[in-house]
Structure formats: structure tokens, C-alpha cells
Nanobody, 115 residues
Framework: QVQLVESGGGLVQPGESLRLSCAASGFSFRDYEMYWYRQAPEKERERVAGISRFGDVLNFVNSEKGRFAASRDNDQNTVYLQMNNLKVEDTAVYYC????????WGQGTQVTVSS
């Protein structure tokens, strides 16, 4: 059974950093691109970062370039999202996602940026 479990969210102040983790199981993790999305209240879900099977970083939100980056550990079946210089507008639920025919979401982890 394909399963994605995010962790690492929390309450931080503007300018701080946070690293999210997504533990994957039930599929051949190293064979799939992985993505991070976020959804803020009353907004559509948007894709913020991704990473290829080989570890190439894929960024999708121009404003996050240089602040957000995905990484992965294929031995640990885990994908990470490093977020630096966080802003209030980064407040959202963050999800990891695997496509490629599996099309599965994690349950999400809340990130709140507030002073």
C-alpha cells in the first residue's frame, strides 16, 4: 500500500528556516519523481518544489526559488523540503505527492509563520 507521511511542520517566526520530511512506503521510491505542494486557507493547492529520481531539483514557484529546495534520500525512502527565510505568506498545509501512475498524497503538515 502506497503511503506518504509528512512531518516537521510547526510554528516559526518570519526569517526562520524549517525542514519538512516525507517518509514513503509501499512503492519503489527511487523510481519516482517526488513533489511538494502547499495549500493556504481559501487558496488553491500549488506545487512548490520537486525532485527527480536522480536528485535534480525542480522548482515551480518563482518566488520560492532560492528559498525552497527539495532533496531526497533514496536509502531512507524520504523526501525533504528545506525552507529558508520563511515569510508570513508561506503559511499553509504542505503536502508531498507522488505521481507517475500512483497519484498519492500525504496527509499534510501545517506550517505557520507568524511573529
Amino acid at each position: 500500500q502506497v503511503q506518504l507521511v509528512e512531518s516537521g511542520g510547526g510554528l516559526v517566526q518570519p526569517g526562520e528556516s524549517l525542514r519538512l520530511s516525507c517518509a514513503a512506503s509501499g512503492f519503489s521510491f527511487r523510481d519516482y519523481e517526488m513533489y511538494w505542494y502547499r495549500q493556504a486557507p481559501e487558496k488553491e493547492r500549488e506545487r512548490v518544489a520537486g525532485i527527480s529520481r536522480f536528485g535534480d531539483v525542480l522548482n515551480f514557484v518563482n518566488s520560492e526559488k532560492g528559498r525552497f529546495a527539495a532533496s531526497r534520500d533514496n536509502d531512507q525512502n524520504t523526501v525533504y523540503l528545506q525552507m529558508n527565510n520563511l515569510k508570513v505568506e508561506d503559511t499553509a498545509v504542505y503536502y508531498c505527492y507522488v505521481g507517475g501512475g500512483l497519484s498519492r498524497w500525504g496527509q499534510g503538515t501545517q506550517v505557520t509563520v507568524s511573529s
